[in-house]
C-alpha cells in the first residue's frame, strides 16, 4: 500500500472510531440526566474502551448459554436449578460462591426473556456511561446481598435462582436518576411504563403458579432488598453529584444504615444459625 493508500485507511478508521462514540454518546443520554452528560461525554471521549458494554454483555450471553445447556440436558431448566452447583441456598451457605453463581440461573424461557430485557435496557446503557468500575458492583452487589439478607430471614428448605437481584438494582439506580433527572433523561415516559410493567408483571406470572402448581416461584423479598440497594446505590453514588456539606451527610447515613444493616444479616446468617 501507497502512502495516500494507508491515509484513506487511517481515515476511515477515524470516521468509524468517532461514529461508535457519537453511538455510545446517544446512549448514554438515556441514563443520564443534564448536569452529568458533559462529563460522561468526556469520559467517553477520553476512554473509550473503558465505556464499551463488555461487562454486561458477556453477563447476558454467559446467562443465555447456561440456560440453555440445563435446558438441553434436563428438558425443562428448572430441574437443572435444583441440581446446579451454582444454585443458593441456606442449607448450603458455606459455599459462598452460590450467592452471586445463582444468577447464572433461570427456571423458564419467560424468567431468562425477563431479566435479560432489562440488562440490555438498563445495564448496557449504565456501563456505557458510568463504566465497568461502577456498573459490575451495582449488578453483582444486587445479586449477593439480597440474597444475603433473604437468607437470614428465610425458611431453610427455599432454594434461589435468576438474575433478578442483579436487574432490579440496575432498574432502581435508573429510578433514582428519574427522580433527581427526570425532565432531561430522553424517552423519560417510556423509560417509567416500561419499570411499572416490569416490576408488576412478576405478580401476574406468580398468579399464573399459584393456580397452576399450588405455589408461587418468585422471592419478591429480594427484589424490594436489591431495588433498595439500587435506590440507595443510584442516590449516593451513581447519580451523586449534589456535593454540599448536608448532602453528603446525609449520604453517609444512608450507606451507613444499609451496609451495618447487611452486616448484621451475615452475622445472622453465618453466625448465629449454626
Known amino acids: 500500500m501507497n502512502i495516500e493508500q494507508l491515509e484513506i485507511v487511517s481515515l476511515e478508521k477515524q470516521v468509524k472510531y468517532q461514529k461508535l462514540k457519537k453511538f455510545l454518546k446517544y446512549l448514554a443520554t438515556l441514563v443520564t440526566g443534564e448536569k452529568q452528560r458533559r462529563d460522561v461525554n468526556s469520559a467517553i471521549d477520553n476512554k473509550t474502551w473503558a465505556h464499551l458494554p463488555i461487562f454486561m454483555i458477556s453477563m447476558t450471553i454467559f446467562q443465555i448459554s447456561v440456560y440453555f445447556y440445563y435446558e438441553i440436558r434436563y428438558y425443562y431448566s428448572y430441574y437443572g436449578c435444583l441440581r446446579s452447583v451454582f444454585t443458593s441456598s441456606p442449607t448450603i451457605?458455606?459455599?459462598?460462591?452460590?450467592?452471586l453463581t445463582h444468577g447464572?440461573?433461570?427456571?423458564?424461557?419467560?424468567?431468562?426473556?425477563?431479566?435479560?430485557?432489562a440488562q440490555i435496557i438498563f445495564g448496557i446503557p449504565q456501563e456505557i456511561a458510568f463504566s465497568y468500575i461502577y456498573i459490575a458492583p451495582l449488578y453483582s452487589g444486587g445479586i449477593m446481598f439480597s440474597e444475603i439478607f433473604m437468607n437470614a430471614i428465610r425458611k431453610k428448605e427455599n432454594f434461589t435462582c435468576g438474575?433478578?437481584?442483579?436487574?432490579?438494582?440496575?432498574i432502581f439506580a435508573q429510578v433514582?436518576?428519574?427522580i433527581l433527572n427526570y425532565k432531561d433523561i430522553s424517552y423519560n415516559h417510556l423509560q417509567a411504563i416500561w419499570i411499572f410493567i416490569h416490576i408488576f408483571s412478576d405478580f401476574g406470572e406468580d398468579l399464573y403458579y399459584i393456580l397452576t402448581h399450588g405455589k408461587g416461584v418468585y422471592a419478591h423479598g429480594h427484589h424490594i432488598f436489591s431495588a433498595i440497594y439500587g435506590l440507595i446505590y443510584g442516590f449516593c453514588i451513581l447519580h451523586y453529584n449534589k456535593k454540599t456539606r448536608n448532602w453528603n451527610i446525609v449520604r453517609f447515613i444512608f450507606l451507613s444504615i444499609y451496609f451495618s444493616c447487611l452486616i448484621v444479616a451475615i452475622f445472622k446468617y453465618y453466625v448465629m444459625d449454626l
Open 163 to 170: 438474575a433478578s437481584g442483579g436487574d432490579f438494582a440496575l
Open 93 to 99: 451457605k458455606y459455599e459462598i460462591w452460590r450467592i
Open 176 to 178: 433514582s436518576n428519574l
Open 104 to 117: 447464572f440461573l433461570h427456571f423458564s424461557r419467560y424468567h431468562l426473556l425477563k431479566n435479560m430485557s
